[in-house]
Structures are given as structure tokens and as C-alpha cells.
DNA sequence: ACAATCCTTTTGATTAATCAAAAGTTTAAT
DNA sequence: ATTAAACTTTTGATTAATCAAAAGGATTGT
């Protein structure tokens, strides 16, 4: 059995480097994980024991195929117990990150082929997040951020990269919810802004801010 | 914050000694928790300092008001899960003490909340054992164990007080539901058996194992 | 080539929880 | 009153996870 601490490695392994392409950095990982590098590159050291990362000292950590399953089983568990918390307890989509980041750890994989029936084998979260498979496979969609539209573009929001309350609560009161469709009414690069037109309402987005919104053209 | 392990030996003391009235020893709370009695000697002291427990060494421990306040929030945490487990995710009876024996100890109170509403605010969990209200106070019912029924007795039963699986799993496929009409069809002390209709099927019991199965009167 | 800087790793300590085995207490039996 | 049995507590060690601070690499600018 893992422990959370183990499972949180894993997942924020996969998290910062989904294709398992680059390295990872030993203090970007413990930033993410609110430890001090030390502790992280004690953990890489055990989790490298275990054959869950390769380690490459002083150039960065990757995940190996096992550690990456694991990973993506934490993953499922996660977005599948949002989705729950929204869908069937009517949980707001900005207060479930946090449940779930400790639910993910103790729900049995019975609970989570229940809920998944019960969601109906749902594809994405409430952030608009894909959820791997049983198998460990996820669905690809082609996004673009929010930041990288041009003037007059028409597009519907697919995903919020931003799991904040706050952000996702002044997301939530602006009508950019996952689905909508927004237009690019102005955009300023020196002003770092850009501005939309969600519910016939303007507003207005930081360039970073609007970056963590992903959309598709509709 | 309280750990997990701080959790399970609260609410052990309190399913141990739930009026408050007895000590519990120290060798009794191990085996409940399977821990060795150096364990939980060790345990104790921590909670004895935190206020939670009063220890009289060599004779026993018990809650103290902020304990039992505490414990019984996590009895109502574990019910309620256990209920929203077999109500609304299916699952089998048998199976969900051990699951909810991990989810009371990251379930928000929100989380608890909506489930309760989610249930109709139920007061008995699948087994029948009650649910604490948030303000910490538990229904009453006058219940008597099986055992101790005469022959001839006619009696609905009200509660299961084994989790164990495969006993739950036999009581359910010999029709020991709750709200099952039983009758005593036969009683013999000497044997240390007893035998009910139930279905209008014979089914022989061990008394000890009756003693767990508690009943009233219809 | 040599610092200065920025990371990363190592070291040494701490905390929570546990166990095995030794030591101590209580109780019950002779 | 002793002794034995049963239980509890203490002691000493271990494991997982963490931190602060010291030490060690790598990178970049001069
Ligand atoms: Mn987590
Ligand atoms: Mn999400
Ligand atoms: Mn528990
Ligand atoms: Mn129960």
C-alpha cells in the first residue's frame, strides 16, 4: 500500500510532466508539494528504491512506467470524486479540489466503479479535466489558452488550469463556465489584458489569468 | 488537526464504553485497535495530555467530555458514510465498514452534511446502529440481543453488532435483514444453540453469535 | 579561468506511531 | 504472607516524513 504522501509525489510527478517527456526539477517539485527541497530529494531517493522515478541527481526526476500507472490511477480517483462531489452532492466546482485531494487517497476502487457508474462514465471533470480510464488511457482534446486568441475570436470554455477557490469563484460569477461560449472583444498585449464578452456582459482578464483558460473553437 | 490513529482511539473508547460509565483497560483498547498494549499505554498518555482522556493508571481509561464530543463525531462521520455507501452507491453491507473505517477521517463536515441531507437525514445505519445528530446526541432504543429471546418469541430484527463480513454476508443470505420478522422455533442452552424461522426457513445459531444480533418486539 | 549565483543534496534533528522485550503493579490463589 | 498469573507500563529501537542549515554541483557572466 502507498502512503498519500507517496501517492502525492506520484501524482504531481505526472501532473507537471503528463507526457513524461521532460524532467523535473527538485524544487519545482517541492514547491508544488509545499516541502523544502530537501525533503523532496529525500523522497525521490526512496521513490527511485522503489522503481516509481528515475533520478538523474542535480538534472531532474521522470516517472517510470510504473510510478506513471500509479500516478494516473491517483488521477482517476481524484477527478471522478470531484465530479461526484459536484454532480451527485451538489458541491460547488470551486470547493471540491480540496476534498478530493484527500479523498483520492482512501476511496477503494469499488467506490470509484460505483461513482463512475453512477456519473455515467463521464470523460472529464468539472474543471474540464480529462479522467483516465480504468486502464490508464486519457482522452486528448486539442485546447488553446484564452491568452492566445485573436480579436473577434468565437470560442466555448473547455478547461480551467486554475484550482484555486477564489479564481474559480470569480470565474463562476463572470459566466465562464465550462461549455460557454465567449468572444474576444479586445486584447492588449502591452496592457497584458484581454477582454470578452461572456452573457452579453464585458470582462476583464489578466493575459496570465486568462493563460490557466483553456478554450476550442466552437 | 487530529490524525487518523488519534480518531480511531477516540472513537474506540467510545464504542467501548459509550455511556462513559466503566474504565476501559488499556490490553482492551489495544485488541480493539490491534495494536500492543505498549501502544496504546503510549497513546494514552498523548490524549491524557491533550484533555482528552482521563487515565487512572493500572485501572483504565476513559473520555473526557471534549473526548467523547470529539468521537462521537467521527461515529456519525463513519454511519453516515456507511449509509450513503449501501443507499446510494449500492453497495453490499458487508462491505462497507472497512471502507468507511478510511472515509471518517477525511470527510469534510460539507461532505457530511450534504450526504445527510442526500439521505433524509437517517437515523440508523445499515446495521442498524444509530446515527449521532451534529449536536452529538444519539436516539435511544430498548434492544435485546437475540440470545436472550424465549421460545415462541416473535421479534423484528433492529441491529447487527458484528461487522464482520462473512457473518454479515450469512445473515443476509439467511434473510437477517433488518425489519426481518423472526421467530424462536427452538432454544437450547445446554447445546449453546438457537433456531429461528426466518422466510419460513430453519436457521441454527450459535448464542454467541444471537448475542450480536439484537431484536425488539413487533 | 573564476567567481557569483542558484540549485540540489547531505547532514543532523525532530515528531508521530509503532513494536519487542524488560520491568513493574495488581489481583487472585495457595 | 507468599507466590503466581495476568496485565500495564517503561525502555530502547525503528520507520516515515519532515525541516533548517551546511555542503556540494552546475551555470553564467566577466
Ligand atoms: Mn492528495
Ligand atoms: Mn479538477
Ligand atoms: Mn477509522
Ligand atoms: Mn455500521
Not at 168 to 189: S, Y
Request: aromatic residues 4%.
Amino acid at each position: 500500500m502507498l502512503s498519500s504522501t507517496v501517492e502525492n509525489y506520484l501524482k504531481e510527478l505526472f501532473l507537471l510532466n503528463p507526457d513524461g517527456e521532460t524532467q523535473v526539477a527538485t524544487g519545482e517539485l517541492a514547491k508544488a508539494l509545499s516541502v523544502t527541497p530537501g525533503s523532496a530529494t529525500s523522497m525521490i531517493k526512496t521513490l527511485a528504491q522503489a522503481g516509481l522515478v528515475e533520478h538523474r541527481p542535480h538534472y531532474g526526476v521522470k516517472l517510470t512506467n510504473e510510478g506513471r500507472t500509479l500516478a494516473v490511477h491517483v488521477v482517476r480517483r481524484h477527478r471522478i470524486v470531484e465530479l461526484f462531489l459536484v454532480n451527485i452532492l451538489g458541491m460547488d466546482w470551486s470547493e471540491v479540489h480540496d476534498e478530493a485531494e484527500q479523498l483520492e487517497h482512501v476511496v477503494s476502487d469499488q467506490v470509484i466503479s460505483k461513482m463512475d457508474d453512477l456519473l455515467g462514465h463521464p470523460t472529464h471533470d468539472p474543471h474540464g479535466d480529462p479522467i483516465p480510464t480504468p486502464e490508464g488511457t486519457l482522452p486528448v482534446r486539442s485546447l488553446q489558452p484564452l491568452s492566445f486568441c485573436k480579436l473577434g475570436d468565437t470560442v466555448s470554455i473547455a478547461r480551467i488550469g486554475n484550482q484555486n477557490t477564489s479564481f474559480l469563484k470569480f470565474a463562476e460569477d463572470n459566466g465562464l463556465l465550462l461549455g460557454a461560449t465567449i468572444k474576444v472583444a479586445n486584447k492588449n498585449e502591452v496592457a497584458d489584458s484581454i477582454t470578452i464578452i461572456s452573457k452579453g456582459e464585458e470582462v476583464v482578464l489578466g493575459l496570465a489569468a486568462a493563460g490557466r483558460i483553456e478554450v476550442e473553437f466552437a
